[in-house]
């Protein structure tokens, strides 16, 4: 149940980046012993990463943001259809088994809410590395002897696929070149993990990565980057809502684009030492988005500026550049009374002054979470059905609204 609130105030801690956390766990499968992540979310999709590594026969204990995860000397390499069918992100364990134990069968993940998307170039790029793939009954068989360096040029700069290369190079033999290498924070992230447990990999966070093959790596303790995707959500809440507040932690160097785009639409941001302080003072206006690999605007930030757009003054052009399908959520906000046309990549957004409250469904994460900013600044009420979408990659989101002055009740 979301309710109608007209400024928010205050600050907000944002925790460890999901997208992150998840591919840092699977890393961990790269070293034997006890690796140790701090700043992870309690969150679902953490939840399913530990229960896949526990199919495996891996120890994974959670104290609080704490994570141990305790891998041992042989696995059961394998992630089920179950498993992998409730979160995409189980694809990053194929990388890491195919390095150290050489063999894996992962279920094929399938389609989901944001349409196809396809695995194929984690495959090749594998295969580049001397990993073999065969296909049956719903599942990916991967078998190699010693993984070897070699040059791999990716066809677009997948976030999945770069870390599946970066985490697979690393225990093979010799020198890895990847070229058109996603430039992510959390491939960042990703790789200053790996050279902590021994890794040599370098250039993260450039288009081209390299990585120098090691033996054996070690387990280690490590704290995950703050969310940004999470930031993006309260950044959007004061945009529809109005007021201020300090988006603690929040890193300003991960969200160039996004703080430009909301400046642009006459939000005021400014860096403080703490993180983020983000205030409307004015009606905000129509800017024109555009998603995009890092530094790019992201396809995470899009609802979150789709549902700040719709209730902004003029007229916005929003485009989709990286999956298709991601619009689905704009029929729920079209059902909240916004001007909102969208065919193909394309949706034009006309501003209205307010959302009007209704009964709305969450069709992922990210479309959940935005459209309960949308409710918060709806007249009357708005339910929100199938919200466990939003508990996937939010640690008490209706929570940490309503210590901002939002009245969310998570049911
Ligand atoms: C993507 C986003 C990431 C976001 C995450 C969850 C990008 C570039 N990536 O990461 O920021 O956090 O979703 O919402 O914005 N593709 C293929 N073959 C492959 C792999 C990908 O064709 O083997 C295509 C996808 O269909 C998509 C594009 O490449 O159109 C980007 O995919 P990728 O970056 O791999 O997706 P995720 O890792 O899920």
Excluded: W
């Amino acid at each position: 149940m979301v309710y109608q609130s007209d400024s928010l105030s205050g600050e907000v801690t944002i925790g460890g980046a999901k997208n992150s956390a998840l591919k840092l766990m699977a890393a961990a499968l790269l070293a034997e012993g006890v690796t140790i992540l701090h700043n992870v979310p309690d969150i679902t999709d953490v939840t399913i990463m530990s229960e896949l590594l526990m199919a495996m026969g891996v120890g994974v204990a959670r104290f609080g943001n704490r994570v141990e995860i305790d891998v041992p000397a042989e696995i059961n390499p394998e992630a089920p259809y179950e498993l992998v069918s409730r979160m995409r992100a189980s694809i990053s364990v194929l990388g890491p088994l195919i390095a150290r134990f050489g063999i894996a069968t992962v279920a094929i993940p399938g389609g989901d809410d944001f349409g196809s998307r396809p695995i194929d170039m984690h495959l090749t790029g594998l295969e580049r590395l001397g990993a073999k793939f065969s296909y049956e009954h719903g599942n990916i068989y991967g078998k190699a002897g010693k993984l070897r360096g070699a040059e791999v040029l990716l066809e677009f700069p997948s976030v999945g696929a770069t870390e599946n290369l970066m985490m697979a190079a690393s225990l093979s033999v010799g020198n890895t070149v990847i070229d058109n290498a996603a430039r992510e924070p959390e491939i960042s992230d990703l790789s200053d993990l790996l050279n902590l447990m021994g890794a040599k990999v370098s250039g993260a966070g450039t288009s081209r990565i390299t990585i120098e093959g090691v033996e054996q790596m070690v387990p280690v303790e490590f704290t995950v980057i703050p969310d940004r995707v999470e930031a993006a959500t309260f950044m959007s809440a004061i945009a529809v809502c109005g007021g201020k507040a300090l988006l603690r932690n929040a890193r300003p160097e991960h969200m160039r684009m996004l703080i430009r785009k909301m400046e642009e639409m006459g939000m005021e941001i400014t860096l403080d030492p703490a993180g983020i302080v983000i205030e409307r003072n004015t009606t905000t206006k129509g800017v024109h988005v555009s998603t995009l690999p890092y530094p790019g605007l992201a396809t995470d930030y899009k609802p979150f500026l789709v549902v700040a757009l719709a209730v902004s003054e003029g007229l916005s052009m929003v485009t989709e550049n990286i999956f298709a399908g991601r619009f689905r959520y704009i029929d729920e906000l079209v059902r909240m009374g916004a001007d909102i046309r969208a065919e193909g990549r394309h949706a034009v957004v006309t501003g209205v002054s307010c959302f009007s409250g209704a009964k709305v469904r969450a069709h992922d994460i990210r479309a959940g979470a935005a459209l309960v900013v949308a409710g918060m600044g709806a007249d009357g009420v708005t339910e929100v059905y199938e919200a466990e979408h939003i508990d996937r990659g939010y640690e008490n989101l209706a929570g940490k609204l309503t210590a901002m002055g939002a009245q969310v009740e998570r049911a």
